[in-house]
């Protein structure tokens, strides 16, 4: 438990340093260049995913249960699971409607990956896992907020209706995929088991 513990707070606390500590992340760039900072952010961040992915499968193996869900929850997870996957596609993509509507799509994302695996997993390392996702996304939220408020441009603008149906598409299709063979291949576990 102590490397994905280790891994959370690296690599959320990377992602968490322009809210915690903007003078920071300010600092290195006028002083090594924006090129730095992101060589800097992404080593640190790699780092903290690769404790979180070695360490959230050893915690797996020795952690108990929390909470067992009910089956109707691990339905609700998937249909949830699509939604996100939607939304991740329309942050990447030139904003539609659904990106303005949403505002910050890839932190919607991020919120509702984390409560639908919130809602079909209750094993300790994984409340410990996606409840941290879930705070961190509130909290960028939060800062994404008063950074509107302030003056700062970080709403999406609206582009094209044409990109929510690429946005729909592509994830729709990468929802399938991960369902399909990419969760299991990749996590270890299938979303749908079939008898």
């Not at 707070?9 to 730095?36: D, N, T």
């Not at 952010?41 to 690769?50: D, F, H, N, P, R």
């Not at 209706?161 to 690429?166: A, I």
């Amino acid at each position: 438990m102590t490397l994905l513990l280790l891994g959370i707070v690296i690599f959320l606390g990377m992602h968490l340093v322009r809210v915690v500590a903007p003078g920071l992340r300010a600092s290195v760039i006028e002083r090594q260049g924006k090129g730095a900072w992101m060589g800097i952010y992404t080593a640190i961040s790699l780092v903290g995913l690769l404790l979180i992915i070695y360490g959230f499968g050893e915690a797996r193996a020795v952690t108990g249960m929390l909470y067992n869900p009910p089956v109707f929850l691990k339905h609700i997870s998937l249909l949830l699971m699509l939604l996100a996957f939607i939304c991740l596609a329309a942050g990447f993509l030139p904003a539609g409607r659904i990106a303005v509507a949403v505002k910050h799509p890839q932190v919607l994302s991020i919120k509702i990956w984390a409560l639908a695996h919130l809602l079909a997993n209750g094993e300790t390392s994984s409340v410990l896992l996606f409840g941290s996702f879930l705070a961190w996304a509130v909290i960028l939220r939060i800062s994404l907020k008063r950074r509107e408020r302030a003056g700062e441009k970080v709403l999406p603008v609206f582009r094209s209706t044409s990109n929510d149906l690429l946005a729909v598409v592509i994830g729709a299709v990468a929802y399938g995929l991960f369902v399909w063979k990419l969760h299991e291949w990749l996590i270890g576990v299938a979303p749908i088991v079939i008898s």
